[in-house]
């Protein structure tokens, strides 16, 4: 029994650390604009993420960011100016499960945020 017990708590530690990926569709970004993704902690526990904002045609990493957030709703953006009529998405790498984040990709005109997509 006691092997058993050892074993349960070892897959319990190993799926805690486990990395898990969302993504936003992508959106087109007008003029002047800027593209961010923005990710939300909704569990108990400080959780290390690392966020990215790639180009959708071509898939190139145009930025990335790695940061530790709060538990408890720690939240983090991650934005940058994009060219007229350039496509994105963001990728999130999450630590633990997929079900303790909230992220979405934005777009943006002077600061106001116009359209949002959650991450998948």
Do not use: P, W
């Amino acid at each position: 029994m006691a092997t058993g017990v050892r074993l349960v708590s070892s897959l319990t530690v190993c799926t805690a650390i486990e990395a898990a990926d969302l993504f936003t569709a992508h959106l087109l970004v007008g003029a002047a604009n800027t593209f961010q993704c923005r990710i939300l902690n909704v569990s108990t526990n400080a959780r290390t993420i690392q966020m990215q904002i790639k180009n959708a045609a071509t898939g190139v990493v145009v930025n990335t960011v790695t940061q530790t957030l709060a538990g408890g709703k720690g939240t983090a953006r991650f934005a940058r100016a994009a060219a007229d009529g350039e496509d994105c998405y963001c990728r999130f790498t999450v630590s633990g499960s997929k079900a303790n984040y909230r992220a979405v990709g934005c777009t943006a005109a002077a600061g106001v945020t116009q359209v949002c997509i959650a991450a998948e």
